[in-house]
């Protein structure tokens, strides 16, 4: 039977138990008794990854009792090790889907972010591509119509030479989810393209490839200098489709990408989640609520891959779900 909680925006769904993997210590003479060892399993997405293990270890040094371990391998393993009572959370960066919800679990919002699409500065009509940008149609033909085209034809030139190389992902991940999901409700699966695997070979793609087109995860793509990592270049999304990039569309730095998805107006922006198999409680519930707290936003902000929900937003969750 499934619960439905309903905070705001969010949609929260408890099922099932959480459990704590508990290690036993002895008692000496005369001494007093050791304080059990308690561990805390998370795995899943890369994007939130980093964020976790710093939590972690920080966690860690308030409850020396506690044992976090972190492990990455996409949003979908994170998923799939949670539904399967692998790890106590997994670590998704997409919104979830009806069948995981359907067996029980409990999606927390964590942190949000945004997915990138990303070709090389050497495409041949790079400069063009900054000030027009790409319609969602234009990706739609690309990677679900499987359209053949010519960066020349993306901006409108006639007589172009150079075949659009497309590349996706592989492996069962979040960016892949959300960026399917903005072309049209679609699926991962529904992606067609050169399967590639792990944020940085998408970048690597481009980067060998002058002709090519990929996406990525705002973390990746952007250093805490603010700039975009050395040789690509940003795709901004033309939403209104007026053939060019207005000022609320363009994202040449880091700045502008927090800037639009902290306000909600970036096409292609995401929540990312831990997943559970209830609603959690003991040394669970203290974690969970550490990551949404102001040490945990502090962390958050610090190591800079992901951005942290609005305070009220975090504040709520904790009230109403943790």
């Known amino acids: ?26 008692q000496r003479q005369n001494s007093p008794a050791k304080v059990d060892k308690k561990t805390i399993t998370l795995s899943g997405a890369f994007a939130i990854y980093p964020t976790a293990v710093q939590w972690g270890e920080a966690f860690q040094r308030l409850h020396p009792e506690v044992k976090v371990e972190v492990s990455a391998g996409g949003a979908g393993k994170g998923a799939a090790d949670c539904i399967a009572g692998l790890v106590d959370i997994g670590m998704v960066s ?51 119509e499987q359209k053949k085209m010519t960066w020349e034809e993306v901006v ?37 393209g050169i399967g590639i695997n792990s944020d940085p070979q998408m970048i690597n793609a481009v980067l060998n490839d002058p002709s090519g087109i990929s996406y990525t995860n705002f973390s990746y793509i952007f250093g805490k200098d603010g700039r975009i990592v050395t040789g690509a270049k940003v795709v901004s999304i033309d939403v209104n489709e007026n053939g060019k990039i207005d000022p609320e569309e363009s994202v040449q730095a880091r700045a502008d990408a927090m800037k639009f998805i902290e306000e909600g107006t970036y096409p292609i922006g995401r929540t990312n989640f831990f997943f559970l198999r209830s609603k959690p409680d003991g040394i669970l519930k203290e974690f969970m609520q550490f990551c949404l707290g102001e040490e945990g936003t502090r962390i958050l902000n610090e190591v800079g891959t992901s951005l942290p929900l609005p305070r009220e937003k975090r504040d709520q969750i904790v009230k109403e779900v943790i």
């Open 94 to 144: 997409r919104e979830p889907d009806k069948a995981e919800l359907d067996k029980g679990i409990l999606a927390v919002p964590i942190c949000h972010d945004g997915v990138f699409t990303i070709i090389s500065e050497m495409n041949p009509v790079a400069e063009e591509i900054a000030a027009k940008g790409m319609t969602r149609s234009q990706l739609f033909a690309l990677y679900k």
């Open 1 to 26: 039977m499934k619960k439905f909680l309903i905070p705001s925006a969010f949609v929260l769904t408890i099922v099932c138990v959480s459990m704590l993997t508990a290690c036993g210590g002895g």
């Open 156 to 192: 409108g030139k006639s007589g172009g030479k150079t075949p659009v190389s497309v590349y996706t992902r592989s492996d069962a991940c979040g960016a892949a989810a959300t960026f399917a999901k903005f072309l049209g409700k679609l699926k991962q699966e529904d992606l067609t």
